[in-house]
């Protein structure tokens, strides 16, 4: 008997051997054979591959559910600690601005009584047009975008050009229908400002680079990287205040400014009339003022 089951085993073993000498030869013949029939009836072997397709499907529906379902879950637990930190820094920040707004509440509350006190008369609120970029001259000599706004609209030159509160530039050239924006950034471009934090004058020199930077700076000024950069009063080109940009690098001997709006997101801008035409000096008569809102 153990004879008899020793020869069995004996010839199992054979046979896995031989198996397995030849399954990469049995591959290659299976292989060569659909092949073979893949050219010989076409029509076979898509409805095969198809018959194969639709009984492997819900197999790794299935198999895939729990993958699915395991990153799903290591998603949410991810979005969970993600939102907590978010929470946590908008609380900061809330509490921030909590007390900044205080601050500006009671400055603007000591402010109202200093005016009151010296009988201030404050600057007349400024015209303004809303324009939009239809142009871009950009080119190896200089800077500028063309705007669908003229002196028909009321525009001149020398008036600012805001997008929002932030300086851009100013209008270089009108036509009747049009005008031209030439952009800080531009080589022609020569603007008065001020370093917000030491009320260091300088003026603001484009070179056609995506930043312009401070020349002429007065005085031995301690000026550091991040500093605001705002339009000064020199020249009465434009009122003081108005933001520019911030200092991106100061070092061997070039102050270099990051512009606060870049031309490439400028879409409508503000043509503002604040009354003043120090850089370019006003040639005609002005047209009458026209305000954005309802008239008076």
Do not use: C
Request: proline share 5%; net charge neutral.
């Amino acid at each position: 008997m153990r004879v008899k089951q020793s020869g069995t085993l004996g010839r199992l073993a054979a046979l896995r051997l031989l198996a397995q000498r030849f399954t990469f030869l049995s591959l290659v013949a299976a292989a060569v054979l659909l092949m073979l029939l893949g050219k010989a009836d076409v029509l076979l072997i898509e409805r095969t591959r198809a018959l194969v397709i639709d009984a492997v499907t819900p197999v790794l529906d299935v198999m895939s559910r729990p993958a699915g379902a395991i990153a799903q879950v290591v998603s949410q637990v991810r979005e969970l600690a993600s939102l907590r930190a978010e929470n946590a820094r908008l609380r900061a920040e809330n509490e921030r601005l909590m007390h900044w707004q205080t601050v500006a509440r009671h400055l603007e509350d000591e402010n109202d009584v200093l005016h009151q006190q010296l009988n201030f008369v404050p600057d007349p609120d400024p015209a303004f047009i809303t324009a939009r970029v239809v142009g871009d001259t950009d080119s190896g000599f200089g800077q500028s975008l063309l705007l669908n706004a003229g002196s028909r609209d009321g525009v001149r030159k020398g008036q600012a050009v805001l997008s929002g509160e932030t300086l851009v530039g100013y209008v270089a050239e009108v036509g009747d229908r049009s005008s031209r924006l030439l952009l800080l950034t531009d080589i022609n471009a020569r603007l008065p400002v001020m370093v917000e934090s030491t009320h260091t004058r300088a003026i603001l020199a484009g070179d056609n680079r995506d930043r312009p930077k401070l020349s002429y700076v007065a005085g031995n000024p301690n000026i550091q990287v991040g500093d605001r950069v705002v339009t000064s009063s020199s020249g009465a080109a434009f009122p003081p205040g108005l933001p520019v940009g911030v200092i991106a690098s100061a070092a061997d001997g070039t102050i270099w400014v990051e512009p606060f709006v870049h031309r490439y997101e400028l879409e409508y801008v503000a043509i503002v009339d604040y009354g003043l035409g120090g850089i370019l000096p006003f040639t005609e008569k002005p047209p009458p003022r026209r305000h954005g809102g309802a008239e008076n």
